[in-house]
């Protein structure tokens, strides 16, 4: 089992750019979910899925998109870069659960990601 | 509207002394509590969960946690303290029918030698 795998691990982008940050898990799990994490912030969701075609917004959602084809990949595209998405991203997943979310996330290594 | 709160941003303890990292939450009907590690450049791992019964909760790593009703707090301790536990502490909560955990900003636990 690898978990939760993210790519790339580190990347520097110029304003305005785009791109897009691969997450996928192999623990066959419904819910999946993409943090930030800010120095002294903690993390921010931005996005959020329960299943395959089914995605939803999350604190932070403005520019970035999400989609969920399948139940193993969770991918978070950014268009047009900006200096505020310099960030830590990760990415998580959990056993869904009928009503609420009392199954812990799995996280996966993170990507650091670096706006200029 | 459902939070949660660490009041202390930094808690440093000498090796081989019980440790406590705090939090407190605030929701809506019955919580579900957690609590998260993150050892440097690495993801967050989870170390223990309150649902429902027995009110001390046992985790990874010789970590438990006490859930205390009346004062709304989930209270992360161990006994002995090693160096090795030093790292970044997450306490989240969730209620009811909410998808999404509710993160606090996290304690950063320095264990001295």
């Known amino acids: 089992n690898a978990g939760v795998t993210q790519t790339p691990k580190f990347r520097i982008l110029k304003i305005g750019q785009s791109m897009t940050l691969q997450c996928t898990q192999d623990?066959?799990?419904?819910?999946m979910y993409w943090y930030r994490q800010d120095p002294g912030m903690g993390l921010k969701l931005i996005y959020y899925s329960v299943g395959a075609g089914i995605t939803d917004k999350g604190e932070v959602p403005n520019g970035y998109n999400v989609s969920r084809s399948t139940t193993e990949d969770f991918p978070l595209r950014l268009e047009l870069a900006a200096p505020s998405q310099t960030s830590v991203y990760f990415c998580?997943?959990?056993?869904?659960?009928?009503?609420?979310?009392?199954?812990?996330?799995?996280f996966g290594p993170g990507t650091r990601l670096t706006v200029l | 509207a459902q939070s949660v709160a660490q009041p202390e941003d930094q808690v440093n303890v000498a090796e081989g002394n019980p440790l406590t990292v705090k939090c407190t939450y605030s929701v809506s009907g019955n919580p579900y509590l957690f609590w998260y590690v993150q050892y440097p450049n690495r993801g967050l791992q989870f170390l223990l969960k309150?649902?429902?019964?027995d009110n001390l909760v046992k985790g990874s790593y010789g970590f438990e946690a006490e859930f205390n009703k009346s004062q709304t707090s989930f209270h992360l301790k161990k006994p002995s303290a090693l160096v090795s536990d030093s790292a970044l502490y997450f306490c989240?909560?969730?209620?009811?029918?909410?998808?999404?955990?509710?993160w606090g900003l996290g304690t950063s636990l320095a264990v001295n030698p």
């Open positions: 623990m066959n799990h419904n819910y």
């Open positions: 998580a997943s959990s056993r869904g659960s009928t009503g609420g979310s009392y199954n812990e996330q799995f």
């Open positions: 309150y649902i429902t019964g």
């Open positions: 989240a909560v969730t209620a009811g029918n909410n998808r999404k955990l509710i």
